[in-house]
């Protein structure tokens, strides 16, 4: 399996987006995210949704982060909690790979190394804007392995330094009951292809 690593290639860099929801619109996702939470209990088992709840109502950038998840079509769910750190991760959990993060390509370098027919972002800037990580390879088989994700579509991962100083970017998807590891050029995009990410909180 293929280490995903730390680093970002060509991405403006990760930032802690400090903008908050408006009262309405807190309330509003938490109500989304709370019954997602409990609709899907085999994702977290042994979690409770009050100690999730605690710790967004301590770091409101990050609730914001969600709300950006939640509007692109990601459908965010805790997947897992860091004992060492009491973080709670968060994945997008949509069936398909979310629906407002298509047809880009991987990087700001991949973006502007095209000519024409350019799309309108790259994945690495987008989830830095929505202060977002893509999955990595590890990450994403563990999410295919609470349910069946991206048999229509695939999304981007986060990709080792050495393919992409390549020129390449690696994506996921599920077929015939089976999660696929492929390759293609940095600069490619497709309507089909999005991206999934984490957030912890």
């Given at each position: ?146 349910g069946e994700f991206d048999t229509k579509t695939s999304s981007w991962l986060h990709t080792p ?41």
């Open positions: 399996m293929l280490n995903g690593g730390n680093r970002k290639l060509m991405s403006r860099p990760l930032k802690s987006n400090k903008k908050e929801l408006a009262r309405e619109q807190r309330e509003q996702l938490l109500r989304a995210l709370k019954a997602r939470f409990e609709k899907n209990m085999n994702r977290h088992q042994g979690l409770e949704w009050a100690k999730v709840q605690a710790r967004l109502d301590a770091n409101a950038e990050k609730l914001w982060s969600l709300s950006e998840m939640e509007q692109t079509g990601g459908e965010p769910d805790v997947v897992d909690r860091d004992k060492k750190s009491g973080d709670y991760i968060f994945y997008d959990c949509s069936a398909e790979s979310p629906k407002g993060r298509r047809s880009l390509c991987y990087d700001r370098e991949a973006l502007e190394s095209r000519k024409e027919n350019k799309p309108k972002d790259n994945a690495l800037d987008m989830a830095s804007d929505m202060g977002i990580e893509l999955l990595t390879e590890e990450q994403y088989r563990k999410l295919q392995n609470l330094s050495r393919i992409r100083e390549l020129g390449g970017a690696l994506f996921c998807d599920r077929r015939f009951d089976t999660v696929f590891l492929y390759h293609n050029g940095a600069e490619s995009y497709y309507a089909a292809r999005g991206f999934r990410g984490s957030l912890r909180v």
